[in-house]
């Protein structure tokens, strides 16, 4: 499973590497509310796109 998640992420480097980025700012950095809204929202979709496209769980 771990194999199938980063054969993922390196398949998509842009949206990983947007995803990285995003998460670590978020983590460290305090932006401004709307900003940090519209970022988790962001990481939110990318979580749900990741999540459609590996298919970790398929029966």
Known sequence: ???KIITGLIDRPILTSI???DFFILL???PPLI???I???SLV???MYFGQ????FKN
């Open 45 to 47: 979709v990318m979580c």
């Open 28 to 30: 460290v950095h305090r």
């Open 35 to 37: 900003a940090s809204l």
């Open 1 to 3: 499973m771990l194999k």
């Open 53 to 56: 496209k590996l298919e970790l």
């Open 19 to 21: 995803f990285v980025m």
């Open 39 to 41: 970022m988790l929202g």
